[in-house]
């Protein structure tokens, strides 16, 4: 078998057959079918990357006056955006950046009226006699 025919295992590195089922050096087991075709969702829901995902949900709600949610999906976005950084075959890049960027912005003016809000509370209630 020439070193053509071989590929290394994906856990442990060692050079294998490259239509072998299973490595004999560390046991693990894989389907090369699968690695090539990817995911039944074709790569639309990054699902190995949870704070991408938390950070797009939460992006999008919040559009609703609910200024810590903004927040999360700000921090989870990051979060997201470096577990793609480390790890490039989980994905959701793009799902990370509308929870930063939504989260960000939504947080920010939920945050703003939230204080002005009290604010003029405060003021409109200490003003009167």
């Known amino acids: 078998m020439s070193s053509d025919d071989r590929k290394p295992c994906p856990v442990c590195g060692e050079a294998i057959a490259a239509s072998a089922r299973k490595c004999r050096f560390c046991g693990e ?3 090369a079918d699968k690695e090539e075709k990817g995911d039944s969702t074709g790569g639309l829901i990054p699902y190995k990357n949870a704070p991408a995902l938390i950070a797009y949900y939460c992006g999008l709600f919040s559009i609703f006056p609910c200024f810590p949610l903004g927040w999360v999906a700000f921090i989870m976005g990051i979060k997201g955006l470096k577990k793609v950084k480390e ?9 990370a950046w509308i929870g930063v960027i939504m989260g960000g912005l939504f947080g920010l003016i939920w945050t703003l009226g939230t204080i002005g809000t009290i604010a003029i509370l405060f003021f409109g209630l200490a003003s009167r006699p």
């Open 87 to 95: 790890e490039p075959q989980v994905r959701g890049t793009v799902h």
């Open 29 to 31: 087991e894989f389907d």
